[in-house]
RNA sequence: GGUCGCGUAGCUCAGCUGGAUAGAGCAACAGCCUUCUAAGCUGUGGGUCAAAGGUUCGAAUCCUUUCGCGAUCACCA
């Protein structure tokens, strides 16, 4: 049973007894006893003054008496101000630690939850390769993904590939035009990088013609309008949405060398998918959708045959659903999407996107249109909306090429393990493959964890001119501290099994350890509550921190005591699971050693 | 201008469903490898929690206002 449950159902016993009053749960405020003080749980006494008609110090006596006289759990009390302070019996935490030590899926859900959920993420453009900005979201929506899978739920990750539009023909057209058909074989360029080059190709270009158009007298707005660039490319656009051969052609033959870039890049981030969906085959759904809404009167035609949403009641503006051309826009495919990802995962309970906060308005009204057509499941569509990474100098531009590429990035991170792990010298025994190996562990475990580490709701700085850290709050020293409980375990050749402790009193860096335990599945599920992985890092890290202690703080294998002894490398091997879980929640592999 | 978000140490971030003296890491300084991996541990210095009001026994946390930063409000995606 848990030690909060117990207690607050024994202190209204207290209550009931002794000041003759019932209380509600919300008077009743447990906490964790602060580190400076003596005792594990915290009762905040203010709150029940009213039926006590006592002072707060008195309350705190009378109720710790009773409770220390009553309840076997509690070994003592003390009382500060307004808080009594409760110690609870050692007796307890080893019985707590012995009940969950064999136990592999401690910290996870126990059943299904009998809930599917279909989270999209990644999304990204066929015109260029991957940034640290895509890099969020592809950690992000992984690790949201692998939590609610611990907690039960069943989850299908849809990528939503952005393949077709003005953009995409950009690449095509510059590539057209400058590429005297270079291809990735035979630049050794990586195909989303081939295709990003063109972009910015095309951007140079275009700025060209628009500078000289306006130097023979055009307006600015002019200029970006009739430069012959553009003019080419959205002619491009109309063959391809003609189906014209030559267009199409190119078309899948660039797209099919992003796609080969991106495999790479996500291989490297350790992210995969259950579902592509093509933007090129989505892209005229909706249509159908704001027929039935026509029909149904939640949306409006204007004169010039363009269709509209009035949300206005609602606080938001109108939106447009069909151009006066009957073209659609980009709300109009998420709502077909929406709807045709219902009708392809018929279980769905929830939707989830992950996308950046810039869209917020954009969910908003995507999700408020849906329910509006009637679509119950649109209540629990959710945006999993992320901050942007930002530089010293500000938002990421690719066509001003102040990106931080993924490929470079995640290279650098692997490099810089490499050379700590070769200055270090305490791989030297492992072969060149095993090597490799750890270096892309150490590397994507630092890049990973500084990312997932900050609030996904919030912005984040990255300098690049500092390179990410591989010592402190990071990733590589939460590896660090799982190679070396896996050394010590590999040296305990015993198994071992039942300890018996008798009257030990544990040290408080090994009460501490077990009380962060303790702790460890209400964190799975409130990361799970939160769609924020930046909490089982935290949890992680402080975990560590007090395995650091207690593992400079006292003998393991020099411990005289054999049932000490064994306990010290029972605790060590169950910190060991939980790091290991947590990190794969994270998406972060344990090394055995580095 | 409307809407939304943010502002905590030199830097990067925790803490925010109200609780005790606001925490970490980095950077700086001082210690610890003849005990199990020093990518570690211990310690020192560093704060008007943007500002002002309010609610409360109690506010970094809730409310209001102001300032600053960002996003968004397209017949772009």
Same mark, same amino acid.
């Given at each position: 049973?848990?030690?909060?449950?117990?207690?607050?159902?024994?202190?209204?016993?207290?209550?009931?007894?002794?000041?003759?009053?019932?209380?509600?749960? %919300?008077?009743?405020?447990?906490?964790?006893?602060?580190?400076?003080?003596?005792?594990?749980?915290?009762?905040?006494?203010?709150?029940? &003054?009213?039926?006590?008609? %006592?002072?707060?110090?008195?309350?705190?006596?009378?109720? =710790?008496? #009773?409770?220390?006289?009553?309840?076997?759990?509690?070994?003592?009390?003390?009382?500060?101000?307004?808080?009594?302070?409760?110690?609870?019996?050692?007796?307890?935490?080893?019985?707590?630690?012995?009940?969950?030590?064999?136990?592999?899926?401690?910290?996870?859900?126990?059943?299904?939850?009998?809930?599917?959920?279909?989270?999209?993420?990644?999304?990204?453009?066929?015109?260029?390769?991957?940034?640290?900005?895509?890099?969020? $979201?592809?950690?992000?929506?992984?690790?949201?993904?692998?939590?609610?899978?611990? $907690?039960?739920? @069943?989850?299908?990750?849809?990528?939503?590939?952005?393949?077709?539009?003005?953009?995409?023909?950009?690449?095509?057209?510059?590539?057209?035009?400058?590429?005297?058909?270079?291809?990735?074989?035979?630049?050794?360029?990586?195909?989303?990088?081939?295709?990003?080059?063109?972009?910015?190709?095309?951007?140079?270009?275009?700025?060209? *013609?628009?500078?000289?158009?306006?130097? !023979?007298?055009?307006?600015?707005?002019?200029?970006?309008?009739?430069?012959?660039?553009?003019?080419?490319?959205?002619?491009?656009?109309?063959?391809? *949405?003609?189906?014209?051969?030559?267009?199409?052609?190119?078309?899948?033959?660039? $797209? =099919?060398?992003?796609?080969?870039?991106?495999?790479?890049?996500?291989?490297?981030?350790?992210?995969?998918?259950?579902?592509?969906? @093509?933007?090129?085959?989505?892209?005229?759904?909706?249509?159908?959708?704001?027929?039935?809404?026509?029909?149904?009167?939640?949306? #409006?035609?204007?004169?010039?045959?363009?269709?509209?949403?009035?949300? /206005?009641?609602?606080?938001?503006?109108?939106?447009?659903? &069909?151009?006066?051309? =009957?073209?659609?826009?980009?709300?109009?495919?998420?709502?077909?999407?929406?709807?045709?990802?219902?009708?392809?995962?018929?279980? /769905?309970?929830?939707?989830? #996107? /992950?996308?950046?906060? *810039?869209?917020?308005?954009?969910?908003?009204?995507?999700f408020l249109i849906l329910s509006k057509l009637? @679509?119950?499941?649109?209540?629990?569509?959710?945006?999993?909306?992320?901050?942007?990474?930002?530089?010293?100098?500000?938002?990421?531009?690719?066509?001003?090429?102040?990106?931080?590429?993924?490929?470079?990035?995640?290279?650098?991170?692997?490099?810089?393990?490499?050379?700590?792990?070769?200055?270090?010298?305490?791989?030297?025994?492992?072969?060149?493959?095993?090597?490799?190996?750890?270096?892309?562990?150490? =590397?994507?475990?630092?890049?990973?964890?500084?990312?997932?580490?900050?609030?996904?709701?919030?912005?984040?700085?990255?300098?690049?001119?500092?390179?990410?850290?591989? %010592?402190?709050?990071?990733?590589?020293?939460?590896?660090?501290?799982?190679?070396?409980?896996?050394?010590?375990?590999?040296?305990?050749?015993?198994?071992?099994?039942?300890?018996?402790?008798?009257?030990?009193?544990?040290?408080?860096?090994?009460?501490e350890i077990i009380k962060l335990i303790y702790d460890y599945p209400e964190t799975v599920?409130?990361?799970?509550?939160?769609?924020?992985?930046?909490?089982?890092?935290?949890? /992680?890290?402080?975990?560590?921190?007090?395995? %650091?202690?207690? #593992?400079?703080?006292?003998?393991?294998?020099?411990?005289?005591? *054999?049932?000490?002894?064994?306990?010290?490398?029972?605790?060590?091997?169950?910190?060991?699971?939980?790091?290991?879980?947590?990190? !794969?929640?994270?998406?972060?592999? !344990?090394?055995?050693?580095?």
């Amino acid at each position: 049973m848990q030690i909060e449950t117990l207690l607050n159902a024994e202190i209204k016993k207290v209550v009931q007894s002794l000041f003759q009053a019932d209380v509600n749960d %919300n008077l009743i405020q447990l906490q964790k006893t602060r580190k400076e003080f003596e005792g594990d749980i915290t009762l905040v006494t203010f709150p029940l &003054l009213k039926v006590s008609k %006592n002072s707060p110090e008195k309350t705190g006596e009378i109720i =710790g008496e #009773y409770l220390k006289e009553k309840v076997e759990e509690v070994s003592d009390f003390n009382v500060i101000k307004g808080f009594l302070n409760l110690s609870i019996s050692d007796k307890y935490w080893s019985t707590f630690f012995n009940s969950i030590y064999t136990s592999e899926k401690y910290g996870f859900a126990a059943n299904a939850s009998g809930k599917t959920i279909l989270l999209e993420y990644s999304s990204p453009n066929t015109n260029k390769p991957l940034h640290l900005g895509h890099i969020r $979201n592809n950690l992000l929506g992984f690790s949201v993904a692998e939590i609610l899978k611990a $907690n039960g739920h @069943y989850v299908k990750k849809v990528n939503l590939v952005n393949d077709r539009g003005i953009h995409i023909c950009k690449s095509m057209l510059a590539w057209k035009k400058m590429g005297n058909g270079e291809t990735p074989q035979s630049s050794g360029i990586k195909g989303d990088h081939l295709v990003g080059k063109y972009y910015v190709e095309f951007d140079k270009m275009y700025k060209a *013609e628009i500078k000289s158009l306006m130097e !023979a007298g055009k307006s600015k707005e002019e200029a970006e309008k009739n430069a012959p660039a553009i003019i080419e490319a959205q002619e491009m656009l109309r063959k391809w *949405e003609a189906g014209d051969k030559e267009v199409v052609d190119l078309w899948k033959t660039m $797209n =099919g060398w992003v796609y080969e870039g991106f495999d790479v890049t996500y291989k490297k981030l350790g992210v995969d998918f259950d579902k592509f969906y @093509y933007e090129s085959e989505t892209y005229l759904l909706g249509k159908k959708a704001v027929e039935i809404g026509l029909q149904k009167n939640v949306f #409006y035609k204007k004169e010039d045959g363009s269709v509209w949403c009035d949300l /206005t009641a609602d606080g938001l503006d109108q939106k447009l659903l &069909l151009r006066s051309d =009957g073209t659609s826009v980009y709300m109009t495919q998420d709502i077909g999407t929406a709807i045709q990802r219902s009708e392809d995962f018929p279980s /769905t309970n929830q939707m989830i #996107y /992950t996308v950046g906060n *810039e869209q917020e308005y954009h969910f908003k009204v995507l999700f408020l249109i849906l329910s509006k057509l009637g @679509y119950d499941w649109a209540k629990e569509c959710y945006h999993l909306s992320y901050g942007m990474v930002e530089l010293p100098e500000g938002k990421m531009k690719s066509r001003e090429g102040t990106v931080v590429d993924a490929d470079d990035l995640i290279d650098e991170m692997v490099k810089t393990a490499k050379t700590t792990s070769e200055e270090l010298g305490k791989l030297d025994d492992c072969s060149e493959e095993e090597k490799e190996k750890l270096y892309q562990t150490i =590397g994507m475990g630092a890049l990973k964890y500084f990312i997932l580490k900050v609030d996904p709701r919030k912005g984040m700085l990255f300098n690049p001119a500092e390179s990410i850290d591989f %010592n402190g709050n990071t990733g590589p020293f939460i590896q660090y501290t799982h190679a070396r409980i896996q050394s010590l375990l590999r040296k305990a050749d015993f198994f071992i099994d039942e300890v018996s402790l008798g009257d030990y009193v544990f040290d408080t860096s090994e009460k501490e350890i077990i009380k962060l335990i303790y702790d460890y599945p209400e964190t799975v599920k409130q990361s799970c509550n939160e769609y924020s992985p930046s909490i089982i890092a935290n949890y /992680t890290y402080e975990l560590v921190k007090a395995y %650091n202690h207690f #593992y400079q703080a006292l003998p393991i294998f020099k411990e005289e005591n *054999e049932e000490v002894k064994k306990f010290r490398l029972q605790l060590s091997k169950k910190v060991a699971t939980i790091i290991q879980q947590s990190l !794969a929640l994270l998406g972060i592999q !344990a090394p055995g050693r580095m």
